[in-house]
């Protein structure tokens, strides 16, 4: 790792000084704050209450299914308490196994929702993203910046070089046009 980022400060080195890129002066570089740039988007903020919504509403639908089964399992429960030591080894072998079943299957979905939470998560994150990264490329462009970097990975930067209030403003302009 260190070797490839030796490397890689190498060829950006002998790039500006050898006029590959244009001297180091003429390179117009921006930051941007990527967790601000999130935080302000207002698209992510509807999605967030989409995503809760959707979550409370899956998570209902579990809690539902839970109770239900649960109460199937009572009374196959009970029934073993009471009439376990006299029952048929068979019939007790049988009603265990239903109340697994049932137990297995609630963890079952609860494990398929999870996951389903987990992936329409990772889907809207992604999509904003995305939106984010293409903002940046378009004003990068735009106003000439040869490089764009996360403010995160950045030591010092004179604060007009931070582009992250007009990414923020391209990507809620069609938010404040619908208000």
């Known amino acids: 790792m260190k070797k490839l980022?030796?490397?890689?400060?190498?060829?950006?080195?002998?790039?500006?000084?050898t006029?590959?890129?244009?001297r180091a002066e003429d390179v117009k570089i921006g930051v941007v704050d990527v967790n601000k740039i999130f935080a302000s988007y207002a698209r992510v903020t509807e999605n967030q209450a989409e995503f809760n919504k959707f979550r409370e509403e899956r998570q209902a639908d579990v809690q539902k299914k839970a109770d239900a089964a649960e109460k199937e399992i009572k009374p196959l429960q009970d029934k073993l308490d009471k009439g376990g030591k006299v029952m048929k080894k068979e019939e007790v072998e049988k009603i265990t196994a239903e109340i697994e079943k049932k137990k297995q299957d609630i963890l079952n979905l609860q494990r398929e929702v999870y996951q389903e939470l987990q992936t329409k998560n990772r889907d809207l994150v992604e999509a904003r993203v995305k939106e984010i990264e293409t903002a940046i490329?378009?004003?990068?462009k735009e106003k000439g910046y040869a490089l764009v970097i996360n403010k995160e990975a950045v030591l010092y930067f004179p604060e007009t070089a931070d582009?992250?209030?007009q990414i923020i403003a391209i990507l809620n302009k069609p938010a404040a046009a619908k208000k």
């Not at 006029?19 to 244009?22: E, F, H, S, T």
């Not at 490329?137 to 990068?140: D, V």
């Open 5 to 17: 980022a030796r490397i890689g400060f190498l060829v950006v080195a002998g790039l500006l000084f």
């Open 19 to 22: 006029g590959g890129v244009g």
């Open 137 to 140: 490329g378009k004003l990068a």
């Open 163 to 165: 582009l992250s209030d």
